[in-house]
């Protein structure tokens, strides 16, 4: 007997009453798994999102919160293969799934180090340094992100049941919000899958995740400012949600991702034989028949030159017909059926629409390429190739079938392909297929406001890059217009749109209270001894240091371009550098000045302070001459605990001044500083958060 699915809702699994809407499998026709809803207390669950999950994420630091999303990922890698189990039951293969649900694992670990890397272990995020306003240094101004005491709701996509799921909820648990996600109800089965093993691991606080398996219903309702919508679906389910009362009245914030008749355009110097036109050749043909062209991601449009219309043609259906259709539960299977046999109704008559403006040159709605054993109520359609016997017909650029379905426009200048590219209106990505900088560097100039990612691929990079489908959580996934105009991901910045940008003018040294960062006009404190002395505990941000002074001479100007060979004229040209508009005769190298400042500063003995392991915002502002005598202040600025290593990042401002007291340079430096009574681990590598040393 099929399960029947339930939510988790306020603390509680519940399963509605009586027979629920079956879930078909696409080959068999069988009942995978029934769903329902009705009764359940969507306003509880809000509330319960809002009273209690809420506030026990922002309880959280960035780097609490990241690693709770390691903790999880690691968590749900090792379960991933009762999930492949049951995903041939969607249409998907093995392949398929792998994409879905290891892709989805990747991006909660992404986001596990980005929270380490990019984000302080802080609730609060500043953006920049605080600014002087109104001629007023001691009077600035600070932007700042807060998390919001809002809730998302996440509305996901059939066809990605487990990616589109952990793809919203890594964002939204960095940025301290509590996720009530509504899977697709096609395969609502999957997501149900991994949700009973979120919620299982424990590693998320109560109330920060809930799970909604059946339709919304009053879920909206119930949501104020503050909260946020995040859809993946149609463009109609968009345009649904846009004109509801949360939306248009209490200011719900909706990020919409919707389908796009995403594009690639093969480039005029890829002619038969290059690397490039194979690369093109080979990509059209996997984005038709991954997921079985089930991604929004996918190409629809092939923009071709015309005098290689045939080649292109000859090319992808040669590759088309070696695809093996079949039981995605059979390993030799590449290509399984689509999500139902409504999916398939849905293909057939849009190729038949598309067939009024294009010629159909593979495949077509009448190929029968259902295995044997499928049910009269199966999901196969034949991977199809239609050549646009219009290429501007609207049809072509307006209606996206969504199944392994593209079709081939040709173009004869790079103007007017740039134009029929833009007749699509929005999409979510287009790719350029080109070894050519110049027909590159004008296509991506001229395509790219029409699009939320653009892919260029060339025989530089074909065995290193991603697929054109392919969505990496560093990048933005979104598209204007007809895309939704939303973005999702994007690494820091799919966070910082969930959260609240707040502008805050006050003293400065309130500003440095207020969000732990130094400024140079804050109030300077005075420790009892060296700041390298300094456990990383006992370190106060604003402690300072001023330094002896150091006069600098001609020959250690000579001496250091001797050293290092640097002899550029400003330093070793006395008649030159006279004549430069910057100089008024020979200076000391930057790197000299540097190099001072260091002796200056240094406590040289072993103690907390373990490496430099950086500089940044480094700015010469005033020429520094033989004779001139240098000295500096060295603040602690910010301090970053790198929890169980032992030690921390510490930056500290420093500002390097002459005799007249005119600033000569600024910078910030990087360095490690040890913990108070605890053992050193090294860091594995710069890609799990920590700095590699110099």
């Known amino acids: 007997m099929a399960r029947q699915l ?10 509605a009453p009586g027979a629920g809407e079956p879930i078909l499998d696409p080959t068999t026709g069988e009942t995978v798994a029934t769903m329902s809803a009705p009764g359940a207390d969507l306003e509880g669950a809000v509330r319960t999102a809002r009273s209690v999950g809420g506030p026990a994420l922002r309880a959280l630091t960035f780097h609490e919160r990241g690693g709770l ?17 049951a995903y041939p039951t969607s249409g998907g293969t093995l392949a398929d799934a792998r994409v879905d649900v290891e892709g989805g694992i990747a991006v909660l670990s992404v986001y596990a180090r980005l929270a380490v890397r990019e984000f302080p272990d802080d609730t609060l995020l500043t953006e920049g340094d605080a600014r002087g306003l109104l001629g007023n240094p001691g009077f600035v101004g600070q932007t700042i992100y807060t998390s919001t005491r809002g809730v998302m709701v996440a509305i996901n996509a059939y066809n990605f049941p487990v990616w589109g799921m952990l793809e919203k909820l890594a964002p939204t648990v960095l940025a301290g919000l509590p996720t009530i996600v509504k899977p697709a109800p096609q395969t609502m089965h999957l997501a149900e899958m991994v949700a009973r093993q979120i919620i299982e691991s424990g590693i998320l606080p109560e109330g920060s995740f809930q799970f909604l398996a059946g339709p919304p219903e009053s879920l909206l309702d119930h949501l104020r400012v503050g909260d946020h919508i995040s859809v993946t679906g149609s463009a109609r389910t968009a345009a649904v ?7 248009t009245e209490r200011g719900v914030q909706l990020n919409a991702e919707a389908d796009s008749l995403n594009a690639t355009i093969l480039g005029p110097d890829a002619i038969p034989g290059t690397p490039e036109f194979d690369l093109f050749v080979k990509a059209v043909v996997r984005e038709m028949g991954s997921k079985a062209g089930q991604k929004c991601t996918a190409i629809r449009r092939i923009f071709v030159p015309s005098e290689h219309v045939d080649e292109v043609v000859a090319g992808v259906r040669e590759a088309l017909g070696r695809i093996v259709i079949g039981d995605p539960r059979e390993s030799q299977t590449q290509m399984g059926p689509l999500v139902s046999a409504v999916a398939r109704a849905s293909v057939e008559g849009k190729v038949r629409q598309l067939m009024t403006a294009a010629t159909v040159v593979h495949g077509g709605p009448d190929e029968a390429v259902a295995p044997a054993a499928a049910g009269p109520d199966h999901g196969y ?14 049809i072509i650029h307006s209606v996206e079938a969504f199944g392994p379905v593209a079709t081939v426009v040709p173009f004869d200048s790079p103007a007017e392909v740039a134009e029929l590219a833009a007749l ?13 900088p110049a027909f590159v ?20 990079i074909a065995r290193g890059s991603t697929p054109h489908g392919a969505v990496l959580p560093q990048l933005i996934h979104g598209g204007p217009g007809r ?16 959260m609240q940008a707040t502008s805050v003018a006050s003293s400065a040294s309130m500003s440095a209270a207020i969000t732990d960062r130094w400024n140079p006009a804050a109030a300077q404190l005075t420790p009892a001894v060296h700041p390298f002395r300094l456990h990383l505990e006992d370190l106060r941000i604003g402690d300072t240091l001023h330094t002896a002074a150091r006069t600098i001479t001609l020959a250690d100007i000579e001496h250091f371009a001797e050293f290092t060979g640097d002899t550029f004229y400003a330093h070793m040209d006395e008649e030159a550098a006279a004549a430069s508009p910057i100089f008024n005769g020979r200076v000391a190298h930057g ?42 202040r060295l603040t602690a600025k910010a301090k970053v605990p790198r929890p169980d290593t032992g030690w921390g990042e510490v930056t500290w401002n420093v500002e390097v001044t002459n005799q007249e007291d005119v600033v000569c340079a600024t910078y910030d430096l990087l360095t490690m500083v040890a913990s108070r009574d605890a053992a050193l681990t090294p860091p594995e590598s710069a890609a799990d958060g920590a700095p590699g040393m110099p």
């Open 241 to 247: 949600l846009r004109a509801h009362p949360a939306v």
């Open 381 to 394: 359609v034949a991977p199809t190739l239609l050549l646009a016997s219009d290429r501007r017909a609207p």
């Open 424 to 436: 699509g209106e929005g999409s979510l990505v287009a790719s350029v297929v080109s070894n050519d």
């Open 6 to 15: 339930s939510s988790y809702l306020s603390g509680a699994w519940y399963a």
């Open 591 to 632: 790197y000299l000045v540097l190099a001072f400042a260091a002796g200056l500063f240094v406590d040289p003995a072993p103690g907390p302070v373990l490496a430099n392991v950086g500089l940044q915002n480094l700015r010469f502002l005033t020429p520094v001459y033989p004779g001139d005598t240098i000295r500096l």
């Open 483 to 498: 895309a939704g105009g939303g973005e999702e991901l994007g690494g820091r910045r799919g966070v910082l749109h969930l």
């Open 441 to 460: 560097r004008s296509m991506v100039r001229e395509i790219a406001s029409g699009h939320g990612r653009v892919l260029v691929l060339n025989r530089d």
């Open 69 to 85: 999303l390691r903790e999880l990922a690691a968590y749900l890698l090792d379960r991933v293969e009762e999930v492949y189990a």
